[in-house]
Structure formats: C-alpha cells, structure tokens
C-alpha cells in the first residue's frame, strides 16, 4: 500500500538510487513498481472477495465492482507511466549500457 514506511521504500529501491541514470528515469522505474505493487495488492484483495464465502452476495458484488474499478484506474496509472518511461528514455538518448540498466531496473 501507499502508507509503507520511508525507510522500507528507500531499501526497496535502493538498486535504483545507486543506478548510474538521469533522476527522470529513476523517479519512472520507482512510480512503475509502487503501481505494480498496488495492482497485485488490488487483484489479491480482488480474489479473496471473490473465493472467500464470509460476505453476503451482495456485499461481495459491491466490493468487488469497487476494486475492479481501482484495478482498472491502477491500469491505467501503469500505462501512462510505461508511456512516459518509454518517451523519456528516447528523449534523453541513453546510451546502450544505461537502456540496458534502466530495462533490468524496470523488470526486477
């Protein structure tokens, strides 16, 4: 989720901030991986509503049309970021070695 501590988000992307890359590109693969994070977290939740049996059918429609809706919003946050990561690394002509890196980053 969103709330994780300052410390945790630095180690968890402590490859990036020692990456050898512009502050553009590092700030992309970082938001790229907090909406991956947040999307499995969402399609987890999404799941359990779906299999789990302790919610009356209509309270289960409800949150799952909800977290449906914050998957697709979530989708569509990784796209335009992708998008955007894509762009600038054309834009700011890396070089091979940095396209390589920054791709790995992106991955991990």
């Known amino acids: 989720m969103a709330g994780g501590s300052p410390g945790a988000a630095r180690s968890k992307n402590s490859d990036v901030d020692e990456a050898e890359l512009p502050t553009e590109i590092k700030e992309l693969i970082k938001r790229i991986r907090e909406i991956r994070e947040q999307l499995a977290e969402k ?16 309270v289960r429609k409800m ?17 335009l970021t992708s998008r955007k990561f894509t762009q600038v690394l054309q834009e700011l002509k890396l070089d091979s070695e940095q396209a390589l890196v920054a791709g790995q980053l992106l991955m991990a």
Do not use: Y
């Open 43 to 58: 399609q987890a939740e999404l799941r359990e509503v779906m299999t789990g049996d302790q919610l009356r059918p209509d």
């Open 63 to 79: 949150k799952a049309s909800v977290l449906q809706s914050e998957i697709m919003s979530l989708t569509s946050a990784f796209m």
